[in-house]
T-cell receptor, first 113, second 115 residues
Framework: AQSVTQLGSHVSVSEGALVLLRCNYS??????LFWYVQYPNQGLQLLLK??????LVKGINGFEAEFKKSETSFHLTKPSAHMSDAAEYFC???????????FGTGTKLQVIP | GAVVSQHPSRVICKSGTSVKIECRSL??????MFWYRQFPKQSLMLMAT?????????EQGVEKDKFLINHASLTLSTLTVTSAHPEDSSFYIC???????????FGDGTRLSIL
């Protein structure tokens, strides 16, 4: 069984400020973890993924996330928010291979000028 | 890179009609595809797992007779919403595995609106 909890359905940051989107997961096996971004009326775009190896993963558009097994967390960060970062962000978990992906409920990021 | 194409991107139709959505893997073979549904301002919920050459596996609460899935080839899965009603209006997204590698590749989604 697997699940994802995203804390905060809405997050607002000022342009240039740190972005921190929280994600905690539950998995009965070593997890594969993902962050996706979705712009209005569009599909999903993969930001980054953790499968194995280095626990700090870097993704596109300056985002990164750190896998912390002891905390069962995979929080997404970006040092400086841009207006173009305003979107919905989904954390997701999978058992790997051909297994399904389970998504969190999403966090809507608002960037204030 | 690997791409999943989903068609159509948007459908508007009358209540009671059936709607077919296609999901194609363009440059890889996908023995497994997944269909998700996303209601407005909500997350993606898995509806079913589509397996090439065999019956789809549906998640609990998803009506298999209403959401018909066919995965007749290694590059194509279809989702047919039969006798669609306004409550079926949603954003439907498919995904496919390339040889079980992570992550899955997602289509761009189909916005279904039933009047």
């Amino acid at each position: 069984a697997q699940s994802v909890t995203q804390l905060g359905s809405h997050v607002s940051v000022s342009e240039g400020a740190l972005v921190l989107l929280r994600c905690n997961y539950s998995s009965s096996v070593p997890p594969y973890l993902f962050w996706y971004v979705q712009y209005p009326n569009q599909g999903l775009q993969l930001l980054l993924k953790y499968t194995t190896g280095a626990t700090l993963v870097k993704g596109i558009n300056g985002f990164e996330a750190e896998f912390k097994k002891s905390e069962t967390s995979f929080h997404l960060t970006k040092p400086s928010a841009h207006m173009s970062d305003a979107a919905e962000y989904f954390c997701a978990v999978s058992a790997g291979g051909y297994q399904k992906v389970t998504f969190g409920t999403g966090t809507k990021l608002q960037v204030i000028p | 890179g690997a791409v999943v194409s989903q068609h159509p991107s948007r459908v508007i139709c009358k209540s009671g009609t059936s709607v077919k959505i296609e999901c194609r893997s363009l440059d890889f073979q996908a023995t497994t595809m997944f269909w998700y549904r996303q209601f407005p301002k909500q997350s993606l919920m898995l509806m079913a797992t589509s397996n090439e050459g065999s019956k789809a596996t549906y998640e609990q609460g998803v009506e298999k007779d209403k959401f018909l899935i066919n995965h007749a080839s290694l590059t194509l899965s279809t989702l047919t919403v039969t006798s669609a009603h306004p409550e079926d209006s949603s954003f439907y997204i498919c995904s496919a595995h390339d040889r079980g590698h992570q992550p899955q590749h997602f289509g761009d989604g189909t916005r279904l609106s039933i009047l």
